[in-house]
Structure formats: C-alpha cells, structure tokens
C-alpha cells in the first residue's frame, strides 16, 4: 500500500484510540473523585456504588448487541451515534443536581460507550489487512486500555484540584467533537451487511442475564446480605441466560457464535482480558481509595500513585504487539498474568509490611505483566474470526474487560466495606454510622482520633484481603490461559475461526 493510505490507516487507529480512550477514562476517572463528589453531592454508601457501576453495568449488558448491530447497519456509523450519545450525557452527567440524576447519566454514557466500543476494535480488524500491522495495531489500542484506566484517577485528580466535581464529565465534550470529525474525515464508508439479522431479543436477554449476575456478585459481598434480592437477581441471571444460549442455538445468524470459543486461542484471550481488566480496575480502586481516606493523599496524589501501573504497561503492550508472531501467545498471554500474580504478591507484601516504594515497584511490575496480556488478547479474539464477523469478535472482547472491571469493583467494592463492618472495632461512645464504612467514620468522627484510628485499620485488614482476593484471581488466571495455550503454535493466530466450522 501506498504511503497516504498508510498514513490514513494509522489516522484511522488514533481516531478511534480517541474514542477508546474516553471509554476507559470514564471507568476509572471517579475512583479519585469519589469522596469528593459523594460529599457534594451528600450521596449514599449505596448511591457511591452506584454512581461508579451504572457505567459498566448497563455497558457490559448492551455490549453483545452493539457489536452485532454494527455488523448490520455499519461499525462507522455505530461510532458515530456512539460518541453523539457519549458528548450528550457527560453534559448531564457534568451538571447533575443530585445523585440519582448522575446516575442515571452515567448509564447514558454506558450506552453511548456500548455502541462506540466494539466498533472501534472492529474498524481497527477491518482497516488492517496485513497480520504483523495489524498485530501492532491491536497492540496500541490494548495498551490504550490500560493506559486510559490507569490515567483515569490522575485525570480525575488534576480536574478536582482547579475545578468542580463536574469537570471529570465536562472534559468528554471537546474530545468528543474532535472525535467524530476525524472519523468523518478518515474512516471510510462502512454500509455493514444488511442482509444479516440482529436480533433485539437475544441483545435484551444478554443484557438482562449479565446485569443479574453482576447485582448477585454485589449483594453476595455486601453486609447484611439481602438473600430475597440475591434469590431473584440469581434466578433471573440464570434464566436470561439460559434462554439466551438456546436461543443462539436456534438462530440462523445469532448474536454469538458459541462455536468460536473452541478454538484454545480465542478463549485464552478472553480469559486473559477480563483477568487483566479484573486486576487493573481492583488495585486501583482499593489503592486510591486507602491512600485518601487513610493515608491523607490529596485525589491527584493518588492518581499519580496508581499510574505506576502504566508505567510497566507502556513497553510490554508495544513490545508484545510487535514480538507476538515471533513468540507467540503462551509467552506474552500466560507468562503476562504470571508476572502480574507476582507484582501482586508484591503489593500483598508492600501494603502489609507499609512501605511505600515497595508498593510502587510492585504496580510497575504488575503493569509489565499486564501490559504483555492486553496487547495480545486483542489479536487471539479478532484474528481467530473472519472479517464479517468483526463486530461480534469485538462485542465478546468489551464483555470479557467490562466484566472484568465492573466484577472488580462490586465484588472488591462490597468486600472492603464487608471486612471494614465485620472487623471495625470502635470505641465506647462511637457516633452511629462509623462502623459502616471509613468514609461514614470519616464523616461523623468530628476530630475523633480514637475513631479514626480505629476505622483506619478496619479499613487496612479490607485493604489487605482484596490485594490477596486479586493475586488470587490472577493465580488462577495464569493457570486457565496456560492450560488453554499449552499446545498453541506461533504463527497460527490468525486461523481457526474457518476451521471450527
């Protein structure tokens, strides 16, 4: 290919890394400015949850759906309505007078993120012809989505630091526009296959099984449990699900081929994402929320902390792209959750051991590791699909991260709060509320040492059991891939999908 189509092709990749980018920001960009709006805002422990699970929620449960729409009516105009949507609510969200409203925003903006993401994973499959360019290609836009959750907390900090609350939703307006006009200038025309059915039913089902699982996860970490609401939200997973498989089955053109999880390749990519995706969006929201509320860090302090994991994600993704026709996926999938379960270790012992560098080496560690996962991942799901199937490809993969994350943090989320209640030991004469949370002691201590050193180290024992809970989920992780890859031949990334059929 000649140079200015060369040229346009990459153009092509940084339109919708933009795009990418947004979407990765807005999960992690209130884990820093959290306690800031939860006390403006004078939310709920609950509405808190909330405020940072409506995002990945509704957009894990739409995801299926947006990318096999895009399939039909074109992956570049899914895009586009996708970032028009996206600009629309991080104006509402940006002014939202109470907390109900910005939750409400915030699942608007899962849905614009829903029809954005696929598609730009989907146009990176399409534009990119030529393997090794393309292995590079997926690269970069994995090691965008680490990158973008690992600048998330530091975006969040800088904004708090010299504006309102609001500025963490404003700030999505501007790159929106730029956004969208570059894809209109350098994405080129994508009719999609109208020929192929998209079935509404099948994307409602996905949604509704996904969400009952997650609320399950959530309420099963939470104290008291509510065991009539986890009875229902468990059966109704259970059965959306269940008819969502049969109906798959029955389907001449379904919204997800089961048979592509035969091949090894393909599986241990989507393992390994949600895997990565769990442990990143874990540790930094455990991590800047202990080093506020314990340890006094100012929100961009603790967003500067957590970026360490960036800094080993950066070299490994760029370098995993480019080395994976040489190496392979065992190497780069497997042996970067290994690496990852070790720096995690290491945060176990920095946290308990309270040394500070210690904590910060381990994050560049676990991001190395990390980052070698996340730039494959991409390739083992898209390039083991054919082209018309682009969209579903994506779809599968936005699922394997967002449920990663959103499982991260109502799982590790509830969990803090659980240990926190089951361990707090306060004082005589504490006020009500403190033995709820550390933000409720923080809250109604009024200057009381004794409380607070009390719900400090309630806290910390929360802090240390979710570090182990992800090393763990890491551990296993490694195992599963490793298992799924241990016959896997360099080279043959980008087969299969034809074979299984």
């Known amino acids: 290919m000649n140079q200015l189509t060369s040229r346009r092709r990459w153009g092509v990749l940084a339109t919708v890394a933009a795009g990418l980018l947004l979407i990765t920001l807005d999960n992690s960009i209130l884990y820093t400015a959290l306690p800031t709006l939860t006390a403006e805002l004078g939310a709920t422990g609950s509405q808190s949850l909330w405020i940072i699970n409506a995002y990945p929620v509704v957009m894990a449960g739409l995801l299926l759906g947006s990318g096999t729409l895009g399939d039909r009516i074109g992956h570049r105009r899914m895009f586009l309505a996708g970032l028009a949507i996206f600009g629309t609510a991080s104006l509402l969200a940006a002014f939202a007078p109470d907390p109900a409203v910005l939750i409400g925003a915030r699942a608007l903006l899962a849905v614009g993120a829903a029809a954005m993401m696929p598609a730009t994973l989907a146009l990176v499959r399409l534009t990119f012809s030529i393997e090794r360019e393309r292995n590079l290609a997926l690269a970069v836009w994995g090691s965008i989505a680490v990158v973008g959750s690992a600048l998330g907390p530091i975006v969040g900090g800088l904004l708090l630091t010299q504006f309102w609350w609001g500025s963490v939703f404003l700030v999505n307006v501007p790159v929106v526009v730029v956004a969208a006009i570059a894809t209109l200038a350098l994405t080129p025309a994508d009719s999609g296959d109208p020929t192929k059915h998209w079935d509404l039913l099948s994307s409602l089902l996905a949604m509704v099984g996904l969400v009952g699982a997650v609320l399950t996860i959530k309420e099963l970490a939470h104290l008291p449990q509510q065991w009539g609401l986890i009875a229902a939200s468990a059966a109704t997973a259970v059965v959306a699900l269940t008819l969502f498989v049969r109906r798959q089955r029955r389907l001449a053109d379904p919204l997800l081929e089961f048979s592509v999880f035969r091949n090894p390749a393909f599986s241990a990519g989507v393992a390994g994402a949600a895997t990565a995706m769990f442990a990143v969006a874990g540790a930094q929201l455990v991590i800047t929320q202990r080093f506020q509320l314990v340890e006094g860090f100012e929100p961009i302090e603790a967003g500067l902390l957590v970026a360490a994991v960036a800094l080993g994600t950066l070299p490994t993704a760029l370098l995993g792209g480019a080395l994976l026709h040489r190496v392979g996926l065992l190497v780069l999938v497997t042996g970067g959750l290994g690496l990852a379960t070790l720096g995690t270790i290491g ?155």
């Open 347 to 501: 945060l176990v012992l920095a946290a308990r051991a309270d040394l500070l560098p210690a904590l910060v080496v381990a994050l560049v560690v676990t991001g190395a590791g990390l980052g070698a996962t996340m730039s494959v991942a991409s390739a083992a799901i898209v390039g083991n699909v054919p082209a018309r199937r682009a969209g579903m490809a994506a779809s599968v993969e936005e699922v394997s991260y967002e449920f990663g994350s959103l499982t991260a943090v109502a799982l590790l989320g509830s969990l803090l709060t659980l240990v926190y209640s089951a361990t707090v030991r306060l004082p005589a004469g504490a006020p009500d509320g403190a033995g709820s949370s550390l933000a409720d002691a923080l809250a109604v201590a009024d200057g009381d040492a004794a409380v607070i050193d009390a719900a400090g180290r309630a806290f910390d024992s929360g802090y240390l059991v979710t570090l182990v809970v992800i090393a763990v989920v890491l551990a296993l992780g490694t195992a599963v891939t490793g298992r799924l890859l241990r016959r896997y031949t360099p080279g043959t990334e980008s087969q299969a999908f034809a074979d299984n059929h």
